[in-house]
């Protein structure tokens, strides 16, 4: 069983604040161009539901990075996020194109020993992050009327955090999915179906949705 090393907080440098910034704001305004409703009904109606898919937009961003960031570092690891060339530019198209959605405009970078298990769970941690928030959302849904300002929102943000999850699950390139399968390939394939199920579901409440 791996123990992780005691280490101090999460620690970030100047230069991976400001990748955050800009791979935060890409991601944002990626899964923004999925929900079209909030354009459709005027500013005054638009403004409050946009704000908050906006956070959850990029709390699932955030959250899915700094969790690779912080079980890296428990291991000892120098991780850090950095934006890439490629990433920056298909996630930018992906705000434009209705045919291209890839949200990948970075990565955290880890330098360091790191084995196969660690590596694994290293990885495992964003997809899960966002399986967790999409639960998360979903469970609050039944307490919230359709018709509250909150109710699209909600869907909103957990529709592209199960898309996250099960995008980032692809086993091939710079993937977490690739470092999950050459781990454990039965934890890959539960959450492959985990994050593919919710997916559907939650598209499923979209369009019943009108979004």
Not at 138 to 158: C, K
């Amino acid at each position: 069983m791996l123990v992780p090393a005691r280490t101090s907080n999460l620690r970030f440098s100047r230069t991976e604040i400001e990748h955050l910034i800009v791979g935060t704001a890409l991601v944002t305004a990626a899964g923004l161009s999925f929900v079209r409703q909030f354009f459709q009904n005027g500013p005054a109606s638009s403004y409050l539901p946009l704000a908050i898919a906006t956070i959850i937009f990029a709390m699932g961003f955030i959250l899915h990075e700094l969790s690779h960031k912080y079980v890296a570092q428990r291991y000892g690891l120098w991780a850090e996020f950095r934006v890439n060339t490629m990433g920056v530019l298909l996630t930018a198209i992906s705000i434009v194109s209705p045919f291209i959605k890839f949200i990948a405009p970075g990565a955290v970078v880890i330098s360091g020993f790191a084995d196969r298990d660690r590596m694994g769970l290293t990885a495992l941690a964003g997809p899960l992050v966002n399986v967790i928030i999409t639960i998360a959302l979903l469970a609050a849904l039944p307490a919230i009327s359709p018709a509250s300002i909150l109710y699209l929102p909600l869907v909103a943000g957990a529709a592209i955090n199960a898309f996250l999850a099960l995008f980032n699950l692809i086993p091939f390139s710079i993937f977490d999915g690739k470092k999950i399968y050459s781990w454990n390939r039965t934890f890959w394939a539960i959450m492959v179906v985990v994050s593919l199920v919710l997916t559907v579901y939650t598209l499923s409440l979209e369009a019943s949705s009108g979004l």
